[in-house]
């Protein structure tokens, strides 16, 4: 079965950097498109980047410039580069391909 493992998070002070991994299991990862999504309290949850199959990556709005998503295909596995984290970054910060989820895992921004 799919399995989809989110790890990396953590407290981190503003302008801080944190990178989160994704171990994917259960299905052809290579040719899969991949996302990380995130949601605050209160709040709906959200694109934060996505990286197809083939390489290919859009980032939402509020992160281009700061947070990278790449891929290791023969590690089965995705990540995000998160740079000058800001306050408004705290989240769970989920891991997706198609209709799978993760656990997600906290990231905490804050002095």
């Known amino acids: 079965q799919v399995q989809l493992v989110e790890s990396g998070g953590g407290l981190v002070q503003p302008g801080g950097s944190l990178r989160l991994s994704c171990a994917a299991s259960g299905f052809i990862f290579s040719i899969n498109d991949m996302g990380w999504y995130r949601q605050a309290p209160g709040k709906r949850r959200e694109l934060v980047a996505l990286?197809?199959?083939?390489?290919?990556?859009a980032y939402g709005d509020s992160v281009k410039g700061r947070f990278t998503i790449s891929r290791d295909n023969a590690e089965n596995t995705v990540y995000l580069q998160m740079n000058s984290l800001k306050p408004e970054d705290t989240a769970v910060y989920y891991c997706?391909?198609?209709?799978?989820w993760g656990q997600g895992t906290q990231v905490t921004v804050s002095s």
């Open positions: 997706n391909t198609r209709v799978f």
């Open positions: 990286i197809t199959g083939g390489g290919n990556t």
